[in-house]
């Protein structure tokens, strides 16, 4: 099937077998390959892509029920090749990140936290994270990092 | 971990949808946002031959209150009906259950209408409709019918839907003004699959409750009403010992079995304690609201 998508502002036409999962798509089709695959049924979290804005598993969809819809992936965040954004910077800053294979995942999901303007609870950013499954880092510095990304202060010493 | 091959039909209408299911021989299945059967086909649980997306069918994404019901498009996702004014406004239940549905981000393409369809018994949803007495309304080859809740959820994800039919809409008594609700689950992770939940609607007037609607969740092959212990607390205030009561009685009501999460008693004992907190949140949420 021909399928016309908008991938990180870039326009992109494909024929795609009806079975072709997003995630693969990105990956193998479009060589995307900073989306991550882990689980393939929606556990882990780390395929999150945005679909039209919202965060979305890319395992869970296929290709061909993106068409005319806007993909963006985590190599459409950083505005150059040195740049970061302050979400990213703030990963970088807090140790948010080690072996590297749930980040772009989280990074999805968190910018979508950061682009609403809401102010969440370090409680609502847990709550958030709980589809991310990270096995290196125990969570707390990506909590911060996603904390200070939303505008928060530190988080008060116990 | 793939799927395996299908052919792909993505129908402007409603009628288009249900002709194509009609014609599929039973092989056919609708696709909404896809959380729980796109997982399936990957798994190679499911195969079917022919899928068809409803995401392209339009009208089926309202949220609208008509006085009595909640109606809830199909296809409306379950992140927009848990940041929706209107439905926190008049079911509240609905907000306070879909916070344990899955994660943000299967929330974000997860339909209210296909978690209905799915009929998972450990699902919040059904789970909700179940327990305030709602219905659906299904679109199929030989027209519209309306199924009431209790008819709806048969066992395990299987519903009284035939093959070739569609849930249109979904209607959620409106138990806002006058009301209060409260939702409790335990499950290993937040977003897991519960290994027992409850949800509770209590009305109160003049300090005594009127109406109650309690079910439980993931403790039987459909969501349950819990009969006895709505009528337990019909025309008295809820204090300690109605509460605890009403728990007891719910409790004898369920027959779970055991798994890996917990045995039988763990999950009994667990509907118990989850009403006895989750029924004064309840009955103090319809206190403030009529305030």
Known sequence: MRIELTVNARRVECDVEPRLLLSDFLRHTLGLRGTHVGCEHGVCGACTVRLDGAATRSCLMFAVQADRRTVDTVEGLAPGESALTPLQAAFREHHGLQCGFCTPGILMSAAELVESGETPTRDEIRELLSGHLCRCTGYVGIVEAIAQACGLGPEPSA | MKPSQFDYLCPRSIDE?????????????????????????NLRLAAPALIVDLNGVPGLELIEADGGNLRVGALVRQRNLEQSVLAR?????LPAALRHVGHVATRNRGTVGGSIAHADPAAELPLVLATLGGSVLVF?????????????????????????EIV???????TGIGWGSAFEEVAPRHGDYA???????LRVEGGSVVEARIGAGAV????????AAEAALIGAPLDDGAAREAAALAAQAVDPTGGTHGSADYRRRLVEVLLQRALPQAFAAAIEGSR
Not at chain 2, 25 to 31: L, S, V, Y
Not at chain 2, 168 to 174: A, K, Y
Request: some cysteine; overall charge negative; glycine content about 10%.
């Open chain 2, 17 to 41: 949808a249900v002709a194509a299911l009609a014609g599929a021989d039973g092989e056919g299945k609708a696709i909404a946002g896809g959380q729980s059967l796109v997982p399936l086909m």
């Open chain 2, 140 to 164: 199929g080859p030989r027209g519209e019918r309306e199924i009431a809740a209790a008819d709806l959820f048969l066992t395990h994800f299987t519903t009284l839907l035939e093959p070739d």
């Open chain 2, 220 to 227: 039987a092959d459909v969501p349950l009403r819990l009969w």
């Open chain 2, 195 to 201: 290994i027992a939940m409850v949800a509770c609607a």
């Open chain 2, 168 to 174: 249109c809409e979904v209607c959620f008594p409106e």
């Open chain 2, 89 to 93: 406004a008049v079911v509240p239940l």
